[in-house]
C-alpha cells in the first residue's frame, strides 16, 4: 500500500527553499511519495482538494494507505483541515518566513472565515488530528497567530509527528454562512454534516494558562519567543505587560536549558533585525535577567548594547546601576571586562553631563597635614547595613585620632533614580538615605560630623552639578571614597582633588580615577582578580585593616521570631543576597549532610524566595528541617542559641560573620574570596571539597566547636576600627606630603 504527500505551494522564497526540501525528506525517509503542485496563479481553490486527491489515485494502481497534505497557503490549508478533516490522514502548514506580510484578500469570505480557526461554532465540529507546523521561525509571525484565541488547540509541532490510525469514515461537510449554503462535496460520499458558522469568538485574546504552557514547552523552542512577542506586542497598560512577561520569564526558567538559550537567541535575532527602541530594548532585557538559562551570558549583552548606543545616554546610568542589582539579586554572572566596560560607559556619561566648574577650589596654605576630608559614599541607610555602619565608624574614629580634623559626608543615593530616569520596568531602588537621619545622627553626637544627603532631582545633570558644586563649596584636601565607584561628582572632581577609594569588595574597583585604592584584601587576592577582570595593573593598592564599630540595636517591646528547640543541632544562614550566594554546590553538601541528621535544623534568615533551597531540599523543607525566617531583630540572641553559623560561597556578609563571632558562634567558611573568610583567618576556611567534613566535625563534636568560637572571637578582638582610622589618616598624609 502507498503512502503519498500531497504538496500544493504557492509564491515559496529563496530563503525558504531548502526548509522545504528538509520537510520532502522528512517524508521521503519514511516512506512517502511526493507529488508537488506549484500553484503559479493561485488559482487553485477550496473545493479543489478531493480532485486533487482523486487525479493522484488514478496515477497508482495500488490502494493509497495514508494521505498527508501539505501547503504554504495558510488560509487554504487551514480551512481544507475544517472542511475535509475526514479526507486525509494529516495536514502540514509549510510556514513561510514571510508569512506576517502575506495578502490573502483574494480568497473567498468563507475561506478567511474558516481558516480563523476562532468562531463559537468550531465547538460543533468533530475535529480529528492536529494542523502540523514546520519551518516556524521568528519572522514569521505565525506563532502569535496559533498562540491568540486557544487556536494552538488544533496544532503540534511536526517534531511530534507520528502515523495515528486511520480516520473513520468520510463525511461531507454543509456549512451556512452569512445566510449562504455551501457545500463541500466529496465524489461517492453521501454521508453529510451541516453546521451554522457563528461569528463570534469564543476566547480571550490571550490566556496565559497550564495547557497554553504545556503545549509551548512540548513543541518548538521557537513558540517561546513568539508568545513573548505576542504579549509584548498586546495592547494594554504598559505595566501589566512587564508583568505578564515578568511571570512568564519564571515560568519558562522551569523549561529546559536549550529551550530557554533558543528562546534568548530568537529574541537576540529578532532586536538585531527589526527597528526595536533602545528604551524597549533595555526594558526587555530587565525581564529575561530573571531566566534562569540567561545568568551566565545576559550582563555582557547588556552592556554591550549600552556601549554601542550613543544617542540615549540619558538613560545609561541607571541601566548600569540597576545591572549591579542583577549579580546580587537575580544570580546573573559577571564576565572578565566587566568593569572596563562599567568604566567607559561611566566616562562616557561624566563627559555628557560635566558641569562647568564656576565655582573654583579655594587656594589653601601649603601643608603637610590632612585638615579637611570628604567622604562619598553611595548610600547610609540602617546601621544593620554593613557598609553604612562602616562609612560612619571611620568618620567618628578619624574624629577621635585628630579632633581638629573638619569631617562632612556626602551621600549620593546611588540606587534612587531621577525623575526622568523612571522609564524602565523592574528597577532595583533604595530607601532615601535621610529617613535614617535620626540614626545616623545619635550614632556620630558629639563628634561635630556634617552629613550632606542627596535630593530628589528631576534630572541626573542638574543632581551632578548641585552635588559637585557641594564638595567645591566644602573645599577638603582629600575625597575618601566608599563604596561609591559609580559617583558621578567624584569621577568628575577627580582630576583636581585627590581621591582615595575604599574597596567594599575583592573585586577591583569600578573607579577609574583613584591616586590610592585601600583594601582589607590580601594584595595577593586583589592582584590575582586585577588580572582575572583586565585591570591595569598600575593602580596603587594599600591594604589596611578595615573593621566597623560593633552596633546591634534592637528596638523596644521586640519579643523573638522563634524560639529555638535546645535539643536540636541549629546551623544558621544569614543575608540580604541569599538567593544569588547560595548555588547549587552548597546545597548538595548541606542536604547531604541534614539527610544523615535527624536532629539538624538550618534556619536561612533574610528575604529572599529561596527557589533554588526549596527545590534541592524539598522533603527536608516539608519536614521542618529547613526553616527560612524573612527578617530577626535580634541576631545577637538568635546566634547564641545556634551551634554553627555556615557561610555559603559567596564573597559578602562580613558584619554577619562579625556578629556570629563577638558571641563565639563557630563559622564554616570557604577558601575562596570571602570577607567572612578574612576575618575569621584563611587558616579556617575550608575547600569545597572538605566543606562536608568540616561540618560533621562540628556536629560531631562541642569541645572542636567552643574551642573554634573562642579562637575566631579572640582574632575579631584584636582588630579595632581604631587601628584602620590610624592607618587611614597615615596614608591621607602621606598623600598630600606627595
Known sequence: ???????????????????????????????????????????????????????????????????????????????????????????????????????????????????????????????????????????????????????YRFFNSLANFSEVNAKPQISQKNYTFRKNDYFFKIPGVNTRKSIDLIEEVTHNFLTIDQNLLAFVEETDSELMFHLFHTISNFNYQTKQKYTDLNKLMELYSKFSINKQRTFYDNFKYFIKKNNISFKEKMSFFTVLVKLEGTKDIILQDIMLEIKNDTDHIQYHYPLVINSLFYISKEGVKKYPDVINDRMEIIERITNQYKPELTKKLKNKKETKKIKKIAIVTSQIISLKHSPSLLTLTIAKYLKRIDSSLE????????????????????????????????????????????????????????????????????????????????????????????????????????????????????????????????????????????????????????????????????????????????????????????????????????NAEHKLVRKFLKKEVQGKQVCFIPYEHDLKSFFKKCDVYINPFCEGNGRIGRLAASVKLPIISHDGISDISED?????????????????????????????????????????PELWANQLLRLFNKLIEN
Open 407 to 606: 569631617i562632612s559626608i556626602f551621600v549620593d543615593d546611588t540606587y534612587i533614580h531621577c525623575k526622568d530616569e523612571l522609564v524602565f520596568p523592574n528597577l532595583y531602588y533604595s530607601s532615601p538615605s535621610h529617613k535614617q537621619s535620626q540614626e545616623h545622627k545619635e550614632f556620630l553626637e558629639g563628634q561635630g560630623i556634617k552629613i550632606k544627603y542627596s535630593s530628589p532631582y528631576s534630572n541626573r545633570k542638574s543632581k551632578i552639578q548641585n552635588e559637585v558644586s557641594e564638595i567645591i563649596d566644602f573645599n577638603p584636601d582629600v575625597i575618601y571614597l566608599m563604596g561609591a565607584d559609580f559617583s558621578l561628582r567624584s569621577w568628575i572632581l577627580a582630576k583636581i582633588i585627590p581621591v582615595v577609594v575604599m574597596s567594599m569588595s575583592p573585586e577591583p574597583s569600578n573607579f577609574k580615577y583613584g591616586q590610592i585604592y585601600t583594601t582589607k584584601y590580601d594584595l595577593n587576592r586583589i592582584n590575582y582578580n586585577l588580572d582575572k577582570f583586565n585591570i591595569d595593573n598600575k593602580r596603587r593598592y594599600k591594604q589596611l585593616i578595615h573593621m566597623e564599630e560593633s552596633y546591634n540595636s534592637i528596638p523596644k517591646n521586640i519579643k523573638p521570631t522563634i524560639e529555638l528547640n535546645s535539643d536540636k543541632f541549629i546551623i544558621v544562614t544569614v543575608g540580604n543576597r541569599l538567593d544569588a550566594d547560595i548555588d547549587a554546590t552548597f546545597l548538595e553538601i548541606i542536604q547531604e549532610f541534614i539527610s544523615k541528621h535527624q536532629d539538624v535544623i538550618w534556619y536561612l534568615i533574610g
Open 1 to 151: 500500500m502507498k503512502k503519498i504527500v500531497i504538496s500544493i505551494i504557492s509564491d515559496l522564497i529563496k530563503v525558504d527553499e531548502e526548509s522545504l526540501s528538509d520537510l520532502y525528506r522528512f517524508f521521503s525517509d519514511r516512506n512517502y511519495t511526493i507529488e508537488q503542485f506549484i500553484d503559479v496563479g493561485n488559482e487553485i481553490q477550496i473545493d479543489h482538494l478531493p480532485l486533487l486527491i482523486d487525479q493522484i489515485k488514478t496515477n497508482y494502481s495500488e490502494q493509497l494507505s495514508r494521505v498527508v497534505v501539505i501547503s504554504n497557503i495558510k488560509p487554504l490549508l487551514l480551512s481544507w483541515y475544517r472542511c475535509y478533516n475526514t479526507l486525509t490522514d494529516d495536514f502540514v502548514f509549510f510556514v513561510n518566513s514571510d508569512e506576517s506580510t502575506r495578502n490573502y484578500s483574494k480568497q473567498l469570505d468563507i475561506v478567511t472565515f474558516l481558516s480563523d480557526l476562532d468562531d463559537k461554532s468550531i465547538e460543533q465540529e468533530y475535529l480529528l488530528g492536529k494542523i502540523y507546523f514546520s519551518n516556524l521561525n521568528v519572522d514569521s509571525g505565525f506563532g502569535n497567530f496559533m498562540l491568540t484565541n486557544r487556536r
Open 680 to 720: 575569621i583567618g584563611y587558616e579556617r576556611a575550608v575547600s569545597k571539597k572538605d566543606y562536608g567534613e568540616e561540618l560533621l566535625r562540628m556536629y560531631s563534636s562541642k569541645e572542636y566547636r567552643v574551642k573554634s568560637g573562642n579562637e575566631i572571637y579572640d582574632r575579631i578582638e584584636k582588630r579595632s
